[in-house]
C-alpha cells in the first residue's frame, strides 16, 4: 500500500476506537484546567494557527480571525491590534487567552484598563458555572471556548504524565507474524507522517515556508527538554528579523545577556559576551521580553554539550547562511545536508557550554548526527510528504532510541524474541510514539481496532 492508504487504515481504527464510546475511552486529560500545556505555549499554538481561526462566542456568534496581531511582548493582553470579524463585521483590537474563563478574574484584568482594548477572550475550557467576561468599563467581552475537538487535534499534550495503559491485545502482538506486524507499525508511522504533514503545511500557509523551515529546526535544536522554548524563540524572534545579526539578537532575545559577566569568567567568554551585548544594546527594545513572557528553559538534567545556549549558538549559525541551508533542504539529497550540518563550526561554540564556561578540552559538534536524524525525519521528509519521501523515510535506519521509544517498545513488544528487529529503523520509533500518545495520551485503544481491522481482511 502507498503512504495515504497507509496513514488511512490507521486513521480509519482509531476513529472507529473512538466511536465505541465510554468503555474504551477516558475523557481526555488535557480538558481539565490543571491537565493543559503553560500559558505560553497555548498561545504558541493560537499564533501557529493549531485552534484554528474560527469559533463561536457565548452569545453564538461566528468569530473569525483574520490576524492575530502582534504577539505582545510586555504587560497586558497576549495579542495586539489584532484584526477578527464578529458575525462577519470587522473589529480591530486585542485578544487575550487564558486556560479557563475565570482566569481572567483571577488575573485581575476585569479591573485593568490596559484590558479594556480586548475584542475576544479565548478560552480552552469552558466554566464551570455561567460566565460572561467584562473589562473595567463593565463592557461584556466576546468570550469563545475552543472545542476539545480542536484542542485534541492540536495535539496539546498534558502538562503533567498520562498513567501508563497496556493495551490488552499485548499478547496477540507477542503471537502476531512479522509480516503484518511490520504492516501494523507502518501504518501508525504513515499516519503520524501525514500529520506532520497537514500541520506544516497549515504553518506554512501563516508564516510562509522559510520562517516555519526556521521554527522547525530551533524545535529539533531544543532536544526534549527545550524544544517548545526554542520554538518560542523563532516566533519572538522571526527570521527575517535576525537575518542580518542572528546571534546577538536571538542570544538578547532568549534572555541570555546580562550587562556584565562574573569576574570568574576567561577573557575569551568576556569578550564575546561584550561583542553580543554591544550589538544587542541599539535593537533590545525590539525583541526583549517582559519577565513574565520570558522563555521557560529548562537548564538541568541533561548533557552539557545540550545547554540552551550552545543550542541557539547553533541556530545562530544556521541563520546566518539560511540560504545555504534552505537550498539543501530543498535538493531531496539528504546525505548533502547531513555532511553540511556536521561540518558546522563556530570560533566560540564549537568549544564553550555557555557564555561563562570555560572552554572545553577537545571541539564539540554544533549539531550531532541524532539531531540531523531527528530534523529529517520529524520534520523535513514529513514537510515533503510525497511518496518519493515516503520511501525514503522508510529507508533510513534509527538513532539511538529515546527513553519513551524504549518503554513503549517493552511494552507491546517485550515479549517477541525478535523484538530488537522493530527498533532499527527510524520509522520504527516513529510508530511506537504514535501508538503511545494514543493508547496513554488520547487513552482510545487504537490499536485493538487496528488489529481488528487486519485479521477482517
Known amino acids: 500500500m502507498d503512504m495515504r492508504s497507509m496513514a488511512s487504515l490507521y486513521g480509519d481504527a482509531l476513529s472507529a476506537a473512538e466511536e465505541q464510546g465510554p468503555d474504551t475511552i477516558r475523557e481526555p486529560s488535557f480538558h481539565f484546567h490543571s491537565g493543559l500545556p503553560d500559558e505560553r505555549t497555548l498561545q504558541l499554538l493560537l499564533l501557529e494557527g493549531r485552534f484554528g481561526t474560527s469559533f463561536t462566542d457565548d452569545l453564538g456568534r461566528d468569530i473569525r480571525i483574520l490576524?492575530?496581531?502582534?504577539?505582545?511582548?510586555?504587560?497586558?493582553?497576549?495579542?495586539?491590534?489584532?484584526?477578527?470579524?464578529?458575525?462577519?463585521?470587522?473589529?480591530?483590537?486585542?485578544?487575550?487567552?487564558?486556560?479557563?474563563?475565570?482566569d481572567w478574574e483571577r488575573h485581575g484584568h476585569g479591573s485593568n484598563p490596559a484590558f479594556d482594548g480586548v475584542i475576544l477572550h479565548l478560552a480552552c475550557t469552558p466554566s464551570r458555572r455561567e460566565w460572561f467576561t467584562r473589562n473595567s468599563r463593565h463592557e461584556r467581552i466576546s468570550l469563545a471556548v475552543i472545542p476539545p475537538a480542536v484542542l485534541a487535534l492540536a495535539e496539546t499534550p498534558p502538562s503533567g504524565n498520562a498513567p501508563e495503559r497496556h493495551c490488552r491485545h499485548a499478547e496477540l502482538l507477542a503471537a502476531m507474524a512479522p509480516e503484518p506486524l511490520e504492516t501494523l507499525l507502518q501504518s501508525a508511522a504513515a499516519y503520524r507522517f501525514q500529520?506532520?504533514?497537514?500541520?506544516?503545511?497549515?504553518?506554512?500557509?501563516?508564516?510562509?515556508?522559510?520562517?516555519?523551515?526556521?521554527?522547525s529546526l530551533a524545535e529539533t535544536l531544543g532536544y526534549h527538554a527545550n524544544k517548545t522554548a526554542m520554538r518560542h524563540l523563532a516566533l519572538r524572534a522571526p527570521l527575517d528579523a535576525i537575518r542580518k545579526c542572528p546571534e546577538p539578537l536571538l542570544f538578547g532575545t532568549a534572555g541570555f545577556l546580562v550587562p556584565v559577566l562574573p569576574d570568574s569568567c576567561t577573557p575569551e567568554a568576556v569578550a564575546h559576551h561584550k561583542k553580543l551585548w554591544t550589538q544587542w544594546w541599539p535593537l533590545r527594545e525590539h525583541f526583549e521580553l517582559a519577565p513574565d513572557r520570558t522563555f521557560p528553559w529548562t537548564l538541568s538534567g541533561s548533557r552539557p554539550a545540550n545547554h540552551p545556549q550552545r543550542r541557539?549558538?547553533?541556530?545562530?549559525?544556521?541563520?546566518?547562511?539560511?540560504?545555504?541551508?534552505?537550498?539543501?533542504?530543498?535538493?531531496?539529497?539528504?546525505?548533502?545536508?547531513?555532511?553540511?550540518?556536521?561540518a558546522l563550526r563556530h570560533p566560540y561554540w564549537s568549544n564553550h557550554v555557555t557564555l561563562p564556561s570555560a572552554p572545553s578540552p577537545r571541539p564539540m559538534a554544533l549539531m550531532g548526527r541524532d539531531r540531523i536524524m531527528d530534523f529529517i525525519v520529524n520534520h523535513l521528509l514529513p514537510a515533503e510528504g510525497d511518496e518519493r519521501s515516503w520511501k525514503h523515510y522508510l529507508s533510513l535506519r534509527s538513532g539511538q532510541a529515546g527513553t519513551k521509544v524504549l518503554s513503549v517498545h517493552q511494552s507491546l513488544l517485550g515479549r517477541r524474541p525478535d523484538a530488537n528487529a522493530f527498533l532499527v529503523k527510524a520509522w520504527h520509533h516513529q510508530a511506537l510514539l504514535q501508538i503511545h500518545e494514543d493508547l496513554c495520551l488520547r487513552h482510545s485503544c487504537a490499536l485493538c481496532s487496528l488489529i481488528g481491522r487486519m485479521e477482517k481482511k
Not at 493582553?77 to 487564558?98: C, K, M, S, W, Y
Not at 541557539?312 to 550540518?341: E, K, M, N, P, Q
Open 67 to 102: 490576524d492575530f496581531g502582534d504577539w505582545n511582548k510586555s504587560a497586558g493582553p497576549d495579542f495586539l491590534n489584532a484584526h477578527i470579524q464578529i458575525n462577519g463585521v470587522p473589529r480591530t483590537g486585542d485578544v487575550e487567552l487564558d486556560p479557563a474563563p475565570e
Open 195 to 215: 500529520n506532520k504533514h497537514r500541520r506544516y503545511a497549515e504553518r506554512v500557509k501563516y508564516a510562509g515556508e522559510e520562517q516555519t523551515l526556521f521554527e
Open 312 to 342: 541557539v549558538g547553533a541556530l545562530a549559525v544556521i541563520a546566518g547562511d539560511f540560504d545555504a541551508f534552505r537550498r539543501l533542504c530543498a535538493s531531496g539529497h539528504t546525505d548533502g545536508l547531513a555532511d553540511y550540518l556536521s
